[in-house]
T-cell receptor, first 111, second 111 residues
Framework: NAGVTQTPKFQVLKTGQSMTLQCAQD?????MSWYRQDPGMGLRLIHY???????DQGEVPNGYNVSRSTTEDFPLRLLSAAPSQTSVYFC??????????FGPGTRLTVL | LAKTTQPISMDSYEGQEVNITCSHN???????ITWYQQFPSQGPRFIIQ?????VTNEVASLFIPADRKSSTLSLPRVSLSDTAVYYC????????????WGAGTKLIIKP
């Protein structure tokens, strides 16, 4: 049981590039979320999903897309990377939004 | 959306009991209170959750007064490894899907 896995661990992009951050969970959780965390700050919710085929926006959704075709996977797509998207990205899953299990994070730098 | 207020930082010494208080004045009837711990370069980790009165598990206790406008996380006999950032979170699927994470409390344990 690997829990929540995220790839890659580190990524450097140039402004305007696109990429997909991968997230997978093997706990059969219904709920999955993506957060970003800027230095010295708390987490901010980007998008979340309450089940396969269902997604919704969080606090800071602009510049990001998500899809949830399976229960296990919840990829986050950056459409056109900007320096303001430099951050650490965490994926989380849960059987409810109250108690979440987090992945190890992806550290993204946009130049 | 229930917003939380916590001290920015706290210091203590090994072997002491540490209490971190969180204010959440506009907590909703259906909201639960959840605390997470985060070490540098890691995702947050669930510590404890409660609705009212007192909850205790193997690592912490959570005290919630009758009006539920605040909560106190109590860590008994802390060690150096308890140095981390602690987040108080209010909300969940029982009320809404939007979760607000504050900046957390940076707890530093000294020898």
């Amino acid at each position: 049981n690997a829990g929540v896995t995220q790839t890659p661990k580190f990524q450097v992009l140039k402004t305007g590039q696109s990429m997909t951050l991968q997230c997978a969970q093997d706990m059969n959780h219904e709920y999955m979320s993506w957060y970003r965390q800027d230095p010295g700050m708390g987490l901010r919710l980007i998008h979340y999903s309450v089940g396969a085929g269902i997604t919704d926006q969080g606090e800071v959704p602009n510049g990001y897309n998500v899809s949830r075709s399976t229960t296990e996977d919840f990829p986050l797509r950056l459409l056109s990377a900007a320096p303001s998207q430099t951050s650490v990205y965490f994926c989380a899953s849960s059987n409810s939004m109250d108690t979440q299990y987090f992945g190890p994070g992806t550290r993204l730098t946009v130049l | 959306l229930a917003k939380t207020t916590q001290p920015i930082s706290m210091d203590s010494y090994e072997g002491q009991e540490v209490n971190i208080t969180c204010s959440h004045n506009n907590i909703a009837t259906n909201d639960y209170i959840t605390w997470y711990q985060q070490f540098p370069s890691q995702g947050p980790r669930f510590i404890i959750q409660g609705y009212k009165t007192k909850v205790t598990n193997e690592v912490a206790s959570l005290f919630i007064p009758a009006d539920r406008k605040s909560s106190t996380l109590s860590l008994p006999r802390v060690s150096l490894s308890d140095t981390a950032v602690y987040y108080c979170l209010v909300g969940g699927t029982r009320s809404n899907y939007q979760l607000i994470w504050g900046a957390g409390t940076k707890l530093i344990i000294k020898p």
